[in-house]
T-cell receptor, first 117, second 111 residues
């Protein structure tokens, strides 16, 4: 079946970086974009950015530009999200999703990232 | 605050109908960009509920329906059930910001 399986929870110190992976299966990876969304504790959904698996084109949320990098590896059907310069405000559950502005129809299970000294 | 505005909470008794509004502007919903809706049950990942303003993915009950008019959209749930208690989010695209935008979310309580 179509699914996105994400890497495990992370605990990082302020100033560090984190890289979350998202492995796709059950569909042709290059036919869809990948969107990353995060959710801080008790808060709503925040769009982080989108990457076209086919072209590698990206679009990032203004507030994260310069700190976030999205990438994909078509040889392993895996998408990656790297976030640098972590602060406590980056503590959240991070989701990868299939799709983009037209709707995100498949979601990963989420990866908890905790930033603490 | 969010580019798309939703009420923080709505409630209804089992069997009733509720509606959740999503208000945008001329640079997103009013610019004819589609609205999508997501349901997030407690402790789980969000799930696509409505796409392209009015379309339901396979498996979503027809108790859920979406509509759009002008700069606003609405999600209606009829025949409310206890299992519908969740957070609901609208989502569109903003042409001024050139990014995907979410509403702040609405918590539905089934009384």
């Amino acid at each position: 079946q179509v699914q996105l399986v994400q890497s495990g929870a992370e605990v990082q110190k302020p100033g560090a970086s984190v890289k979350v992976s998202c492995k796709a299966s059950g569909y042709t990876f290059s036919n869809y974009g990948i969107t990353w969304v995060r959710q801080a504790p008790g808060q709503g959904l925040e769009w982080m950015g989108w990457i076209s698996v086919l072209s590698g084109n990206t679009n990032y949320a203004q507030k994260l530009r310069g700190r976030v990098t999205l990438s994909t590896d078509s040889s392993t059907n895996t998408a990656h999200m790297e976030l640098r310069g972590l602060t406590s405000d980056d503590t959240a559950v991070y989701y990868c999703t299939r799709g983009g502005m037209g709707g995100m129809d498949v979601w990963g299970q989420g990866t908890t990232v905790i930033v603490t000294s | 605050q969010s580019v798309l505005t939703q009420p923080p909470s709505v409630s209804g008794a089992p069997g009733q109908r509720v509606a959740i509004s999503c208000t945008g502007s001329s640079s997103n919903i009013g610019a004819n960009f589609d609205v999508n809706w997501y349901q997030q049950l407690p402790g789980t990942a969000p799930k696509l509920l409505i796409y392209g303003n009015t379309n339901r993915p396979s498996g979503v009950p027809d108790r859920f329906s979406g509509s759009k008019s002008g700069t606003s959209a609405s999600l209606a749930i009829t025949g409310l059930q206890a299992e519908d208690e969740a957070d609901y989010y609208c989502q569109s695209y903003d042409s001024t910001l050139s990014v995907v935008v979410f509403g702040g979310g609405t918590k539905l309580t089934v009384l």
